[in-house]
T-cell receptor
């Protein structure tokens, strides 16, 4: 079973910031928080990851709480092309396999 | 640097036939993973391979499914005697040699339809 919980769906207006939350209260010390997204049955696309510090790249920002029990993915200026299912996944520890939950369906509205 | 490549992109088989799905990892990547996504369901891990070795096959069905990643050439996921329930999207991912926290990069998938 996935060790993360995410809202099933969210809406966001085009051009606004999209903030996607993720809870991972049982995260282990050596597990990273990874975010992927899947646009309409395409292959999952890597977005960003972090261990304990906040991270930013050209796609998004990742905010991880100090206790590491939750995180937020921020898409600063959402576009229609950002409509996708977003997955928050813990990676590391004893296994390499990714365990996908149900993710959050982000619908960007015009 | 080309991404992960999978072929064919679409494959149609009749019940009882064999399906072979190929995955070429990104250049420099020696770890390959296969995931399956059944219609209207989430992605499920199947198998993790390194060159010539199966590292974790905990997600593979016990019968009819096999995977290999030879020293030369692509990784192959083989499904023998396909049934309608095998219809799904099969995604391959690769990562560089290194710790379990390395990023996995996914291919576009092979959509298998069993008639």
């Amino acid at each position: 079973d996935a060790k993360t919980t995410q809202p099933t769906s969210m809406d966001c207006a085009e051009g606004r910031a999209a903030n996607l939350p993720c809870n991972h209260s049982t995260i282990s010390g050596n597990e990273y928080v990874y975010w992927y997204r899947q646009i309409h049955s395409q292959g999952p696309q890597y977005i960003i990851h972090g261990l304990k510090n906040n991270e930013t790249n050209e796609m998004a920002s990742l905010i991880i709480t100090e206790d590491r029990k939750s995180s937020t993915l921020i898409l600063p200026h959402a576009t229609l092309r950002d409509t996708a299912v977003y997955y928050c996944i813990l990676q590391g520890g004893a296994t390499n396999k990714l365990i996908f939950g149900t993710g959050t369906l982000l619908a960007v509205q015009p | 640097n080309a991404g992960v490549m999978q072929n064919p992109r679409h494959l149609v088989r009749r019940r009882g036939q064999e399906a072979r799905l190929r995955c070429s990892p990104m250049k420099g990547h020696s770890h390959v993973y296969w995931y399956r996504q059944l219609p209207e369901e989430g992605l499920k891990f199947m198998v993790y391979l390194q060159k010539e070795n199966i590292i974790d096959e905990s997600g593979m069905p016990k019968e009819r499914f096999s995977a290999e990643f030879p020293k030369e050439g692509p990784s192959i996921l083989r499904i023998q005697q396909v049934v309608r329930g095998d219809s799904a999207a099969y995604f391959c991912a690769s990562s560089p040699p290194g710790p379990s926290t390395d990023t996995q990069y996914f291919g576009p998938g092979t959509r298998l339809t069993v008639l």
